[in-house]
């Protein structure tokens, strides 16, 4: 009985045990599915499966013939795992020495024996993400890379891990590169200034998710949403004219030694921005465009170029006749305690109303509509406003100027505030703003909203168009329209603008010479007088096509006046688009003519030249020539096309060709193109019939 009793109480014990374990163990089970049930489930889904996020590739920004602005271009960094499951010691001890050749030659910062040490090195501490370099490397780079010896295995046997980063790239380097504008430091926040945040909702596209599962230790690919990416957008940038426009205002800044300076050229009817310069000094000679974009942003006193405003006013209310006399006296009058003075030493005397805007009299303009609107200030004013010169424009792009023009009873009204407004003083415009008032007499008198983008494109097809949008479709009458059409003529025949005047082609415009305001200061402050060149006008003045504005801010040397500071850069940019817009020329231009020899023709692409000869109505011989690339050879009344054949792996001959069509050459084949100077290709760095080399660089010099 003993016996049985103590068999009895151990198996009750024993038993009690296993009903006791059993409830712990569901206890413990419950606990962990209901209380803990979130976090284990987390945590399995962090062992089991993982996302990756796929970033989508941030869209182009184009100039107005498609050529990139900005552009994303993949670079990479290189890494290595030096445990990579197929990375035995016998392929590394075999393979470490010519790796660490490959490497130096490659990068030629340090000696192969250096390469061979750290790369070692890196092996004994068992490094899986050892970087090899610290400099970003090109695609055109990576390709050659991946043929070194062990990196040629792969990831799994060479434990070679190459990192793709995006780098955000100006091919056209500084121009417009202000209002092209630049990404943030955190890539996540995308466009900070310019076109890359007015458009970055375009642009940044968005990203997609690559789902992993965990099988057997080896992460496997399940699920992908492949990312969208980022829309082109098309934009009116001109980059032949944006050239000349920053060169030519760089060396007026030069000249003068002004602080800065900007340029906009628009077109009249659909208020296309063709080109857009801001430079501003940051040491002596060296002006950069990376500061201000001055041309929205910066609204000061505009001078002279107001006196359009003023004249027009007197016009449309009838109060003006050009031909009546207005008499100047010696160049200078008193309004209360303040002296009006012409710039003219010795003043005009009496001259026609006519005159003193061609002549840009500041007593004229001042007598002329204090005249007329003393005993009620705000008719003037008012007109002002309803012509919209005191309202923002609305651009896309962030950071434009509150315009400002007094209104009679505020509180900084004075009894001077009148005939000094008429003149571009107690008042503040951006020169874009200016710009578009001017823009607006050359179209007529309809005021259309100046724009930079022209349409959005995804995968090369046009998603979305931008129209022109009409501001006001009258500012005045267009009795007034042509009044002051010939006003703005005039300057430039017979007035301060004289020094610009051409055979070509007629320019309208206004000449502006402002001293700057330095606050509490006033006009002189402690360093003296400091002064803002301008000139605003349209060309070709019969029919009008563009309207330009050029600023120069604190000029010190070689004068301040705008007929020479501005004048000059206005000049050069209407030049230079006269001479390379047949819309814009005779109509004599651009035909065959009946005899002779056809001028000379650069060879390139067969498509392009096959274009231009159609469009001129110039007869081609050999045009089913099978070949992409053609020779031309001018005869009387045809051109030739033949094959031009480049023998495969050797360097081809440029020479002769364009820009565009030898660095599209060049680069296919593998090489780096470095270009300088303007027009056709006349030398070449690496010889023609030598040995490609993948990588090599080659500059060509254009002339």
Known sequence: MTIKRDITWRVGVIYLSLVVL?????????????????????????????????????????????????????????????????LTDEIFNRDVDSLSICLSRFFGDKSS??????????????????????????FTDLKQVKQFPIFRLGKNKGGFLPEMLDQRKLPFGVLASRTIGKLYGEKEKGGMVGLERAYDHELKGKNGVSTFTRISGHWVPEEVMPPQNGNDILTSIDIEIQDVAESSLRQQLIKHNAHHGCAILMEVQTGEIKAIVNLHRKSPGNYVEDYFNYAIGEATEPGSTFKLASVMVALEDGLLNLEDSIDTGKGYCKFYDRVMRDSHHGGYGTITNRQVFEYSSNVGISKMIVANYKSDPKKYIDRIYSMGLNEKIGLEIKGEGDPFIKYPGSETWSGVSLPWISIGYESKLTPLQTLNFYNAVANNGKMVKPHFVKGIYRHGELVESYDPVVLNPSICSLSTIEKVHELLIGVVERGT??????????????????????????????????????FCGYFPADRPKYSCIVVVNGPTSNGFYGNVVAGKVFKDIADRVYATSFAMMDERVGKVPDSGILPYSKGGKKDDLLTVFERLNVAIEGEDVESDWISTTAQEHKVDFDRKVFAKGLVPNVKGMGAKDAVSLLENLGLKVIVSGRGKVVEQSVRAGSRLKNGERIFIKLG
């Not at 796929?54 to 990479?76: M, Q, W």
């Not at 050892?130 to 400099?135: E, L, P, S």
């Open 22 to 86: 059993a409830v712990i163990v569901f206890v413990r089970v419950v606990y962990l599915q209901v209380v803990e049930g979130e976090k284990w489930r987390s945590m399995e889904q962090v062992l089991t499966s993982k996302e990756r996020e796929i970033e989508a590739n941030r869209g182009n920004i184009l100039a107005s013939d498609g050529r990139k602005l900005a552009c994303s271009v993949p670079s990479y960094r290189l890494y290595m795992d030096m445990m990579a499951h197929g």
């Open 113 to 138: 024996q250096a390469y061979k040490k750290e790369l070692s090195v890196a092996r004994q501490k068992g490094r899986r993400y050892y970087r090899i370099h610290h400099k970003r490397i090109s």
């Open 497 to 534: 603008a004289k020094n610009i005047k051409n055979d070509n082609y007629k320019i309208a415009g206004k000449t502006g010479t402002a001293q700057i305001a330095k606050g509490s200061k006033g006009y002189k402050g402690g360093s003296g007088v400091e002064y803002q060149a301008s």
